[in-house]
């Protein structure tokens, strides 16, 4: 079986790519920093819940410690925990918004790599948007031209450019991001519109689940990579 941890799982894009995921066979640790709500959407989902805080190496490190001593391994590893903080420009905000969206995939990804590589087809995915991306917000033609968010966008600059990084500097993992499209979810709530987490997620998923040649390096849509 394929074993899989997803961030930031107990709602939303995450909870929608472990439904599919769990269709798809695999074992599926739901990971939250909210106990409650973990334990909550792991039952929901017929998935297993483990204690999971981005923004904490304690906490990082005690939930990768749980994978590896039930399963000896990973295969997957979804980067999906992210907050936007619209409006708040400063410096806390910056430092909270970074923490999370980019940081904390530094921490998991680090804590996660000896589990990978005991994977036969070790795959990352990170949850990124094209409201980082320099092509999307300079092109008139596209919705992200008139989007202004300051710190989530560049917070997904960095995330997609440490993705690619990850790609370079361990070439026996994939890594790609995905932009998964505008989503009715809790960080575009005050928006509103967006179409369904479960759809987004299909995206995920079939990053998630690429064969032991596909891709790595990039970020990708609906219809494939994406300039960024």
């Known amino acids: 079986m394929t074993v899989t941890l997803i961030t930031g799982a107990n709602k939303g894009i995450g909870f929608a790519t472990a ?3 769990l269709d798809l066979g695999h074992v599926v640790y739901v990971g939250a920093r909210d106990t409650g709500r973990g334990e909550e959407a792991a039952s929901a989902l017929g998935a297993r819940f483990v204690p999971l805080d981005v923004t904490d190496d304690a906490s990082v ?12 391994r990973l295969d ?56 980082g991306s320099f092509w999307a917000v300079n092109n008139p033609d596209r919705p992200e031209f008139t989007l202004t ?17 990850y790609a370079k500097s361990q070439p026996g993992i994939k890594f790609n991001a995905v932009e998964p499209g505008y989503t009715a979810t809790d960080l575009t709530a005050a928006i509103g519109g967006g179409r369904t987490p479960a759809e987004s997620a299909r995206t995920v998923v079939r990053l998630a689940t690429l064969p032991p040649d596909g891709p790595t390096g990039t970020l990708q849509d609906d219809s494939g990579p994406l300039s960024w």
């Open 149 to 165: 968010s300051p710190l989530y966008s560049a917070s997904k600059s960095a995330a997609t450019m440490i993705t690619v990084q």
């Open 76 to 131: 997957v590893l979804v980067h999906n925990a992210g907050i936007a903080e619209n409006g708040v420009v400063d410096g806390p905000t910056a430092l909270r918004v970074f923490d999370t969206n980019v940081v904390g995939i530094v921490r998991v990804t680090e804590a996660a790599l000896p589990l990978l590589r005991r994977s036969s087809n070790p795959t990352v995915v990170t949850v990124s948007s094209s409201a």
């Open 61 to 72: 490190a005690k939930a990768l410690a749980t994978v590896d001593a039930d399963e000896g």
């Open 19 to 21: 439904r599919q995921l």
